[in-house]
Each structure stands twice: as C-alpha cells, then as structure tokens.
C-alpha cells in the first residue's frame, strides 16, 4: 500500500451517498432551499431537467441519515437545510477528494487557489 493511500481520510458517511445525494448536500451547504430551488440547482448542473421522483426520494433518503432536516415552510412547501452530519459529510468527501488530488506541490497550490478563489 502506497503512503498515499494509507494517510488518505477517511469519507466516513460520504462513501455511502451517491453523486446525486452528494450533490444535493453540496448545494444546500450554501444555505437552506425548498424543493424545488434544488431542483433547479441540481438542472443547472446536470443541463437536463431532473425528475421529482428522483430528487424527493434522495432528499427524505438525507433526512432519514440525518444528513438534512426538512422543515415545513408553509402548508405546501418544505425547506431543507443541512444538519452538522451533513456539513461534516461535504468536508469529509473533499478533504478525501484534495487528498487524492493535491499529489505534489503544484496541485496543493491549484486547489489553495480555488478555495481562495470562493472564500
């Protein structure tokens, strides 16, 4: 086993997820959204239009991890905000990802750039 792969974090819950799921934790750490405000998130990203019967179910999957919670905004709409799982489940996936990414020097200062970048 290389050193690399023995000092990478670990994911924890995020290996779990899939990208979709993955997704919608990524969009929400921004700041909490009703349903369908993720779902155009989630267009926006994808360029192709994403069903209710996908998003919902991933949506209470990630209420039911603990990941997010829903609240209920009016009698019609809900709100989803992440909870400190779900946020502790974001860093866990991109602390994993850097250390897979930031391989050398020149990496390392490329992803310092992009999070200088969106700071």
Request: hydrophobic share 35%; no cysteine.
């Amino acid at each position: 086993m290389s050193e690399a792969q023995t000092t990478a974090p670990d994911p924890g819950i995020a290996r779990e997820l899939t990208a979709f799921q993955q997704n919608i934790l990524t969009i929400l750490a921004e700041d909490p959204r009703y349903g369908l405000a993720i779902k155009r998130e989630l267009e926006t990203y994808y360029g192709s239009e994403v069903n209710h019967g996908r998003l919902y179910p991933n949506l209470d999957d990630l209420v039911e991890m603990g990941l997010v919670e829903k609240s209920e905004l009016d009698k019609r709409t809900n709100e989803y905000g992440l909870t400190d799982d779900g946020l502790e489940a974001v860093l866990d996936q991109l602390s994993w990802t850097f250390a897979k990414v930031a391989t050398d020097d020149e990496r390392a200062d490329r992803l310092h750039d992009l999070v200088d970048q969106h700071a």
